[in-house]
């Protein structure tokens, strides 16, 4: 078991580590030159007034006296009603936490006890990303800490699905704790996939670690727990899945169906944009972490390479705007040698009728996937919010990300924030690609449904590109039901107006995503834990997009 340890206080050895991959932490004087649209926020700690006035205040206390939310120009009765919504989510927060060995190690993912458990009783690492976040802004790091370091344990166990052994990075996708009367002692029981429905092995914990353990050094400005030598080997260990050679031509990451926060058969076999923008994202971090060693410079090096092709790559071939649209509309088939146009050999024919409605004047977004002859062309929001804030996205395709949002609104937005994707698989199509799962009917569940978890991820992109009131305005939204509907895990129909058929209520990240959301409206200095700067190294590799072509 991996001993605990104690905090260090403050030290600068924040800036040390962060020495080592400065150029991915660069500012760029040149981002969002647009007279046509607001500035991105700077999120310094000290804020001037004039930086401040996109933002609200909003001198509502959490539970333990940190400020958590926005003002907004409501009345007293509303104002009163957000102070008591934010203070039932931190209690059913603070009810979810999960304890091993008499120390906070992480939260449930529902405390529904109407329902079957099932493993939702369990700690999954995504889940408790925006728990984590919410603890780290009301400054209780310990829960954090101890959270990396008990999945980090698991990590080290030996993984095996039926007769086969997984590799030695995979992290788990849960853990619960498990009390032995025999011993009277408790144990962790971790789940690799092998518990799981359709058995298969979680992509992203792996990379969710990393960037927590990036968002708690940042925060706390202790770099001692990243620098501690069973860190630096999980996470190089972690890399090493990701990093190895293999038959694949793209700089793109392989994977299978269900692996993600889509953890059901979707149809995002391949190379899932959620998976690819979360892949960036934990190599940019990492980069920020390792250690200026030996094994450490190796994969700095490994890294680097493989994060301006896989920028290059999706900044090219996943982007989707008008122009974009038409020229694949366009294609010539059947190319060959390295100067063909159609490089995936997409067929024309194969765009779906609804893309040429759905996509606006001004706009575009990165699909949900691409590989040989096949383009996904739905709207995945992680994927996309993800992509803005490890700035896989450009300057110009951030804020034009911003703008499909607030043209299809009602679309991707409609009563409840915020639809996992769009639009749903229906029919024929919904059969064959979802093999007939009846929790993924049409707008429900991950199949159009919408899950107020993605708030905080939302709220965070806006901030980034400086729409703090697309965040507003969804945040509203979401307090006029959420409480009322005891923080269901997701809402069914097409603008999200019922509560899911199998929702859980009392879902502990659509609690904590509200609260992260409020709690990063109010003071956007937080953003610095869950953002990067645009690397300028690899801005040569894309041209202005198209979508801001006059």
């Known amino acids: 078991m991996c001993p605990l340890g104690k905090d260090v206080s403050q ?14 932490e660069a500012e760029d004087p040149d981002i969002l030159r647009i007279s046509e649209r607001p500035r991105a926020i700077n999120v310094e700690r000290n804020r001037s007034s004039e930086e401040r006035i996109e933002i609200d205040h909003f001198e509502g206390l959490s539970p333990h006296g940190r400020r958590s939310g926005f003002n907004t120009p409501k009345s007293h009765t509303c104002f009163e009603s957000s102070r008591a919504m934010v203070a039932e989510a931190w209690e059913n927060l603070r009810r979810s936490t999960v304890y091993y060995q008499s120390q906070p190690v992480g939260t449930i993912a529902a405390m529904d006890h109407s329902v079957e458990e099932l493993n939702y009783d369990q700690v999954f690492v995504r889940d408790f990303v925006p728990s984590a976040l919410a603890f780290l802004m009301n400054g209780e790091e310990e829960i954090v800490k101890n959270f990396l370091l008990k999945t980090l344990h698991l990590q080290s166990w030996e993984k095996r699905i039926d007769q086969f052994k997984l590799g030695e990075g995979v992290m788990p996708a849960s853990f619960k704790v498990i009390h032995n009367p025999e011993s009277n002692c408790e144990i962790l029981i971790p789940d690799f996939g092998e518990s799981a429905i359709g058995r298969v092995a979680p992509v992203d914990s792996g990379f969710w670690w990393i960037i927590l353990l990036r968002a708690y050094t940042k925060h706390t400005g202790d770099s001692s727990l990243a620098e501690m030598p069973d860190c630096q080997r999980g996470m190089r260990l972690i890399l090493s899945l990701c990093l190895s050679e293999a038959f694949d031509t793209f700089p793109t990451l392989l ?31 990492a980069l920020l972490l390792l250690k200026q060693d030996q094994e450490g410079k190796e994969f ?13 790559h999706v900044r090219k071939y996943f982007w989707l705007d008008l122009k974009r649209l038409n020229d694949i509309y366009r294609y010539k088939t059947e190319e060959y040698s390295h100067a063909a146009v159609n490089k995936f050999n997409v067929m024309p024919d194969s765009l779906p009728d609804w893309v040429f409605d759905f996509m606006p004047t001004r706009g575009g977004y990165f699909i949900g996937n691409v590989s040989p002859s096949r ?43 915020l639809k996992i994707c769009y639009p749903a698989f229906e029919s024929h199509e919904w059969r064959i690609v979802t093999g007939c799962d009846p929790k993924n009917t049409r707008w429900s569940y991950h199949n159009g449904g919408s899950w107020p978890v993605l708030l905080w991820l939302l709220t965070a992109a806006c901030i980034k590109t400086g729409r703090p009131q697309i ?18 895990e997701y809402y069914d129909g ?57």
């Open 255 to 285: 994977c299978a169906d269900g692996c993600c926060m889509i953890d059901r058969r979707m149809g995002v076999y391949g190379y899932p944009i959620e998976i690819q923008a979360l892949f960036f994202m934990a190599l940019r971090c």
């Open 300 to 312: 700095m090096e490994l890294i680097v390479k493989r994060l301006h092709a896989l920028s290059y």
């Open 11 to 24: 030290n600068g050895n924040a800036k040390t580590l962060e020495s080592a991959g400065t150029i991915f």
């Open 375 to 417: 383009k996904d062309f739905h709207w995945f929001c992680l994927g996309n919010c993800v992509a803005i804030l490890s700035s896989l996205a450009t300057p110009e395709q951030a804020s034009a990300i911003m703008d499909l949002i607030e043209s299809r609104w009602e679309e991707l937005v409609g009563e409840m924030p």
């Open 494 to 550: 097409k603008v999200g107006r019922y509560i899911g058929k199998q929702a859980r209520k009392y879902q502990t990240w659509s609690i904590s995503g509200y609260l992260v959301a409020r709690m990063m409206l109010e003071d956007p200095s937080h953003l610095s834990m869950i953002s990067l700067e645009e690397d300028k190294q690899m801005k040569p590799l894309m041209k202005r997009s198209t979508s801001w072509t006059c």
């Open 471 to 488: 965040a507003r305005r969804a945040i509203e939204l979401a307090e006029n039901r959420l409480s009322k509907d005891h923080w269901p």
